[in-house]
Nanobody
Framework: QVQLVESGGGLVQAGGSLRISCAAS????????MGWFRQAPGKERVFVAA????????YYADSVKGRFTISRDNAKKTVYLQMNSLKPEDTAVYYC????????????WGQGTQVTVSS
């Protein structure tokens, strides 16, 4: 069982930066691939970024590539999403999720953290 708790969301002006975090419980965090997703009001939840269990590979949605950076600290059981050059369209609830390597579906999800970007 893995529990994920996001934090760090808030209100930021367009062009600003924000770093959100996801703290995990359990002893097997370092064996899980981690991902960030977001859901804007009235829209479906979509993929934002992912990082392999080792931290060696990262993946990004085209909409955030070059602006967002995903990273992880396995010793702290935490994954981060550094968001730069934020746009109003980045406004959403951001969720972190984990999955076992080689498994397509993300099994464990956090409760989400709200990020609002004002114009």
């Amino acid at each position: 069982q893995v529990q994920l708790v996001e934090s760090g969301g808030g209100l930021v002006q367009a062009g600003g930066s924000l770093r959100i975090s996801c703290a995990a419980s359990g002893r097997t965090f370092s064996t899980y691939d981690m991902g960030w997703f977001r859901q804007a009001p009235g829209k479906e939840r979509v993929f934002v970024a992912a990082i392999r269990w080792s931290g060696g590979s990262t993946y990004y949605a085209d909409s955030v590539k070059g602006r967002f950076t995903i990273s992880r600290d396995n010793a702290k059981k935490t994954v981060y999403l550094q968001m730069n050059s934020l746009k109003p369209e980045d406004t959403a609830v951001y969720y972190c999720a984990s999955r076992s390597p080689g498994v397509e579906e993300y099994r464990y999800w956090g409760q989400g953290t709200q990020v609002t970007v004002s114009s």
